[in-house]
């Protein structure tokens, strides 16, 4: 009661209210805070190297309480996780969005720092393996394991110094990348990634991994059976090896399979350079040359496969879709365009487009302009002739088909209608 005694109140109304009087012993028993030396406290605290995200915010949280920022408490904490993050990808990454609020802020420094902890995971086991004397290479179950880092992800970012795979794995369609592509895109089409190029020079994490520092320490390439490719293609196997044989005989196409397994060339001549242009999406599979996932067609089965492909007398355009699905061969395009512009049955049913009706001028004034045809009617012969501007019609009988007749029966009308400056007539009778 002495402590109640020593308080002072404006009023006996405030010294009977419970809440005033409750709020007077608060304020006795917890003292004044110093908001400007809470808030310096706020203000310097940064994220320390081994804290995560969460302990981070939970010290900022406790230390708001104190600084009386109310309604601005959570942008507070946000702008302080911008200053203070320990790591300046994550400040990058912030300050990306232009709408970004704490809750956001806090998922992206969360991912970030999971996805640190695993990639440290990652690069302790590839080191361990690289290092290790006794295993030449990854087994398929630490493959694995590599990858449930990275399945689910909502987009992940693959670096490469090989610029030539951004369209190989980007730009380009499934149907047009060589079977060995194909199959390595596939495999990828679990993950959602982007991928860019980085100059060897500064992809120094994966260069230093691809290094290893064994002797002969070569990676035998995997070997896929392929045998589901060739089932795609709509082809009996005799046909298939019909196609094999012609290409081994085929001085153009055992050229161009050589080059293939090997080396180009830098410099081709003749036909060699409209394969050389295709070079990319050549492969060798069962020693059959494919383009893409089509054969590669020799010289002597060209005309046959034309043939066959025309069978229905269908279109350039379907025809040129058919060939798309099966075979290949360098100007395949143009052959098929010839062969239906000179098939001889196609020029016999085909149907050319109506021709639309052209109006004729009308004249500036009556029978400057006329039209003229015999005709007959009854077993008797007539002279028709209109005029363009008024469509005024005469129709004079002709005694005969004579040119006498006729001239007569234009004089007559002439002489009463006016001499025009252009006839129109089929020169017929």
């Given at each position: ?11 006996k ?20 805070t ?55 990808h ?11 609020d ?23 086991l ?53 079977p ?74 055992r ?8 080396h ?33 067609i ?44 000179n ?12 021709q ?74």
């Amino acid at each position: 009661m002495d402590k109640f005694d020593g308080f002072k109140f404006s009023s006996k109304e405030e010294q009977d209210d419970i809440d005033t009087v409750l709020k007077r012993f608060e304020e006795f028993c917890m003292g004044t805070t110093h908001e400007a030396f809470e808030s310096y406290h706020f203000h310097v605290r940064v994220q320390e190297p081994n804290e995560s995200i969460d302990a981070y915010v939970a010290e900022l949280r406790k230390l708001t309480r104190v600084c009386n920022f109310e309604a601005f408490e959570d942008r507070m904490i946000r702008d302080r996780i911008l200053v203070g993050c320990k790591t300046d990808h994550v400040r990058e990454k912030l300050l990306e969005d232009p709408k970004l609020d704490l809750k956001k802020a806090i998922d992206i420094a969360r991912a970030y720092g999971a996805s640190q902890v695993k990639l440290n995971e990652m690069k302790e086991l590839a080191v361990d393996r690289v290092m290790s004397k006794d295993r030449k290479k990854l087994f398929p179950e630490e493959k694995k394991q590599f990858s449930k880092y990275l399945v689910g992800l909502p987009k992940f970012v693959i670096e490469t110094d090989h610029k030539p795979l951004l369209s190989l794995m980007k730009a380009k369609d499934l149907d047009f990348l060589t079977p060995r592509i194909q199959r390595f895109r596939m495999r990828m089409l679990r993950f959602t990634y982007d991928i860019e190029y980085v100059a060897g020079k500064d992809l120094v994490t994966a260069d230093s991994l691809s290094r290893s520092p064994l002797k002969n320490n070569k990676a035998e390439e995997e070997t896929v059976e392929v045998s589901t490719i060739f089932q795609s293609i709509p082809i009996s196997d005799e046909r298939l090896e019909e196609v094999r044989r012609a290409q081994q005989r085929d001085k153009e196409c055992r050229e161009v399979i050589q080059f293939t397994q090997g080396h180009w060339p830098q410099r081709t001549h003749g036909i060699l350079k409209l394969y050389y242009a295709e070079r990319h999406c050549l492969a060798v599979e069962q020693d059959i040359l494919l383009h893409g996932c089509r054969l590669a067609i020799p010289s002597s089965l060209r005309q046959d496969m034309l043939q066959r492909i025309h069978q229905g007398h269908q279109g350039i355009v379907k025809c040129r879709a058919l060939a798309c699905t099966c075979i290949w061969w360098p100007g395949m395009s143009k052959g098929i365009e010839t062969l239906v512009n000179n098939c001889p049955e196609c020029e016999k049913h085909i149907v050319l487009p109506p021709q639309p009706l052209v109006p004729t001028p009308t004249p500036d004034h009556p029978w400057k302009k006329v039209g003229s045809d015999l005709f007959e009617w009854q077993g008797e012969h007539y002279l028709l002739v209109v005029d363009y501007y008024s469509r005024w019609i005469e129709i004079p009988h002709l005694s005969s088909l004579t040119s006498k007749s006729v001239i007569n029966s234009f004089k007559a009308i002439f002489a009463r209608m006016g001499i025009p400056r252009t006839v129109l007539t089929d020169n017929g009778t």
